[in-house]
């Protein structure tokens, strides 16, 4: 009787140790989430071929889940694009892709964590125009030829905002240039870093017209956009894919858009009907692309390459394109170098020109655009 009484106490200590052990495990990592459900911990996925973290091809890649790395906030536009993206991606994989956000200096931590990791397919950059300031804003050492890219989704426009009720929200764009020339440094602008689009954008119109305004920075476009809605901030430069919903539910409002022509859905002039001069630096915005390190196996690049352009081409990515306004590209390869490394060009030469960057361009291999 006395050995059945200890033999029951011992499995009894043993089920709570492994119910501990369980419990433990579940949220440590609090920037580790699915590619579905961003409030869902890493410990807590389950592949999409339903099983457990190992449940791929016999012998195949992938055989264990991914990691997405966003080297920008979980409210930024780069991680609203990409989630709906990876999720209809894993499916494709067989296994589990888990977003890991890794904010700070203009995504150049994220980016560089990415780059600290193994060339072995199982971390991936998912993220936007970041890459091309690098060298000009003289952050980290990593450029295109660093990684190839599997993918390159979209491209966004500028779209200068303000808040409901605000002394600007009537101005038309040069009437709003004037009164912030009349009042140096009393209007406040939000922008997300070093070398992002709306820091380019400020400092094109710095140029331009000699403004002074006094800008707040924030690590991505939702915590922009929420001081923007508190009044916290007068103005913000968005992109197409986090402005579009609050445009549309009255949240903020639209002075201009910084693209060729007018952006349908947005009720303000285009930047060239006020200044042609513009348009020489167009387009130009936010773009979001995949990548993997450049010396990743052949075989495992072809496979993201594949899976990744099958993603894009989704009738639910689609759909997911279209509700979100942005301007579809579908690249990758060489293609996708070309357009991202034009961007680099031309944004890299401007901000050395401007003063705004110390480092000459062909110092690290960019020639002048024509």
Request: proline share 5%; with cysteine.
């Amino acid at each position: 009787m006395k050995r059945r009484k200890w033999a029951a106490l011992l499995a009894a200590a043993a089920l709570t140790m492994g119910l501990l052990s369980g419990c433990g495990s579940i949220g440590k990592d609090p920037d580790k989430t699915t590619a579905e459900n961003p409030e869902t911990t890493k410990a807590e996925t389950v592949t999409a071929a339903g099983g457990g973290t190992e449940k791929t091809e016999q012998g195949g890649y992938p055989k264990q889940d991914i990691t997405a790395v966003v080297p920008f906030g979980n409210t930024s536009g780069t991680d609203g694009m990409w989630r709906p993206f990876l999720s209809i991606a894993q499916e494709k994989l067989g296994v589990s892709i888990v977003v890991e956000n890794q904010s700070g200096a203009s995504g150049s931590v994220g980016t560089q964590y990415f780059m600290n990791k193994p060339a072995d397919g199982y971390t991936i950059l998912t993220g936007s125009e970041s890459v091309t300031m690098f060298h000009c804003m003289n952050l980290i050492d990593v450029d295109y030829d660093d990684m190839i890219p599997l993918c390159l989704v979209a491209r966004d426009c500028g779209v200068l905002s303000t808040y409901p009720g605000s002394p600007y929200a009537e101005m038309g764009f040069q009437e709003l240039i004037d009164y912030i020339l009349a009042h140096p440094g009393e209007v406040t602008v939000g922008t997300t870093g070093v070398g992002t689009m709306p820091y380019v954008w400020w400092a094109l119109l710095k140029q331009q017209y000699g403004i002074d305004v006094t800008q707040v920075s924030f690590d991505g476009s939702g915590d922009g956009n929420t001081a923007l809605m508190g009044k916290h901030i007068d103005l913000f430069i968005n992109g197409l894919t986090t402005s579009r919903p609050l445009v549309e539910a009255g949240s903020i409002v639209p002075l201009c858009v910084f693209d060729k022509e007018r952006v349908e859905g947005y009720d303000c002039e285009a930047i060239t009907e006020a200044q042609p001069e513009f348009e020489k630096y167009l387009p130009y915005g936010s773009f979001f692309v995949a990548e993997v390190k450049a010396d990743t196996p052949p075989e495992i690049v072809e496979k993201l390459k594949t899976v990744f352009m099958e993603t894009y081409n989704s009738k639910e990515y689609q759909d997911f394109l279209d509700q979100k306004g942005n301007i579809k590209m579908g690249l990758t390869g060489d293609e996708a170098n070309a357009f991202m490394k034009h961007q680099q060009a031309v944004i890299s030469w401007l901000l050395y020109d401007l003063g705004e960057s110390e480092v000459e361009p062909s110092s690290y291999g960019v020639d002048r655009p024509e």
